[in-house]
């Protein structure tokens, strides 16, 4: 008679010990998950807080960037836990919970490149209905359709499918996944095998077909197309396709490893390739789509760049005080200009000119005592750093005539502050 028992932990088999090198494993798993959320969320960000992306193409991608963070979270800090742990066990309940993220983040990682494929066929077949056919109520509903039917899919069934009864608790992987539980089962297996197999099977023939659907019309469009037709199909589709074929190489994989014997394959290849599509698609895909797309390519090209300038908000703090300046004993007030930029802009010529428009025989020679100031203490740090010489024509912070001040003369000046 087979012993059967209720297992609480599972101990997964594929960890060996590294020694030392764990730490260096240890640091090499966190730097690609930083890398991962980093890069994830810097293209939700974009998309999200920039008008110009609220596109159907873009919503999908932030669907996409969404669930690889989704996904990677269920894997990479139980990575980093188990690394750095001597016994590699892990409780029934969170085992079970892994299982359904993973299975979870793949289908809705795959069903969600299946919709990308049907909004670009939309686009390149359809250009003149696009906006009709892929209206904002539908991407919204495509969406939520693709993560609450998988959700419920695998919420109401997970339960019916893993073995109640278990006669072993060794999982020859480095995280939990839904066959090797089944293989533990104390009964026969054959019905929730069959099952596994016709899920698989649909999930992937399903979304599969229609893929190559898609990509056929698209193709025959191109060849009958004119030149710009095809660019547009080429700059849209390459990274679609290059993310499509990047997550089924692993998938495959996965699906192949946990069905079949591969004692074959090395121990290190097989731990690889394992967590290939779980680790690659979240890091490949923010590097593609950032590069290939040109609206997303320059935004973030935009923020890279913007993040060394000064911007007029650093000037306002100062303005602001008075919203005058004393120059060389004069106070001249002036309006602000009503285009004023948004923070994070650079200060425009017009701004500068006319805040730089005071003639420089207005003030008295350097070193007389004489600056500029708003009335605050709070200018001292202006008038100290500026390196102007009035008849020379050099300038200090945004260009204004502003001749130096010793610090003990400033309080001498007019509402120079306490």
Sequence with gaps: MVNSTQVSFFTLSAY???????????????????????????????????RS???????????????????SSGLFPFLLTQILSDIHTVSALFCFLQIFCVYTYGNIEYLTLT?????????ICYPLQYNTRMSCNKVAILIALTWLLIFLL?????????????????????????????????????VSNIYGLTASAISVFGPLTLILYTYMRILKVCFSGSKQTRQK???????????????????????????????????????????????????????????????????????ITNSGVVTLHSMLAVLQLRKSF?????????????????WGQQLPTSTVSKLDSIPSSRCSPPGSGIAATTGTGDLVATALNSCVNNGSGKHGPFRLNVPSLPRDLVKTLPGGGS
Aim: proline residues 5%.
């Design 16 to 50: 060996f010990d590294t020694g030392l090198f764990k730490y260096l494993y240890f640091m090499i798993i966190l730097s690609l998950y930083i890398l991962i959320i980093c890069s994830n969320l810097l293209l939700i960000v974009v998309i999200c807080m920039n």
């Design 115 to 123: 919709v990308m494929s049907y909004d670009r066929y939309l686009a």
């Design 53 to 71: 992306l609220h596109e159907p193409m873009y919503m999908f991608l932030c669907s996409l960037f969404v669930n690889e963070l989704y996904g």
């Design 326 to 342: 004393l120059v060389c004993g004069v106070q001249l007030g002036f309006a602000l200009p009503d285009d004023i930029p948004s």
């Design 233 to 303: 199909a080429v700059s849209t589709c390459t990274p679609h396709l290059a993310s499509l074929i990047n997550f089924s190489f692993g998938a495959c994989f996965e699906i192949l490893q946990s069905r079949f014997n591969m004692n074959s394959v090395p121990n290190m290849l097989r731990i690889f390739l394992s967590l290939y599509f779980l680790t690659c698609p979240p890091l490949f895909n923010p590097v593609m789509y950032g590069l290939k797309l040109s609206k997303i390519f320059v935004i973030c090209k935009s923020l």
């Design 154 to 190: 695998h919420f109401f069934t997970m339960p019916l499918i893993i073995p109640s009864q278990l006669c072993g608790d060794i999982i020859k992987k480095v995280y939990c996944d839904y066959h090797s539980v089944v293989k533990l089962a104390c009964y026969d297996t054959t």
